[in-house]
């Protein structure tokens, strides 16, 4: 099912409809849905702004806050290097 949301978000020129295609995305409940979506939004296809979505977007379930709470978590160093200006991580 992935396949096809990554699919139409490749295909689509609009920004607005890739938008509301990660929002799609970081809205499901499915552990392996999770996993790839949150694996999905750290390459280059993702532009850095979007992020930030998919991850509010999936924290408003229950699953979906304990998955991406621990992707950030075991993730930080590839945070810090994708959000190196814009964010401000370590309180400095």
């Not at 390459?43 to 992707?71: H, Y």
């Amino acid at each position: 099912m992935i396949a096809i949301f990554l699919q139409l978000y490749r295909e689509s020129d609009l920004l607005e409809e890739k938008v509301r295609i990660l929002r799609a995305l970081g809205s499901s409940w499915e552990p392996d849905f999770m996993t790839r979506t949150l694996t999905f939004i750290l390459t280059e296809e993702v532009m850095a702004q979007d992020v930030i979505s998919v991850l509010l977007n999936m924290a408003t379930n229950l699953e979906g806050r304990d998955a991406a709470w621990n992707f950030f978590k075991t993730n930080f160093q590839l945070f810090k290097e994708k959000f190196p200006v814009s964010w401000n991580l370590e309180g400095n």
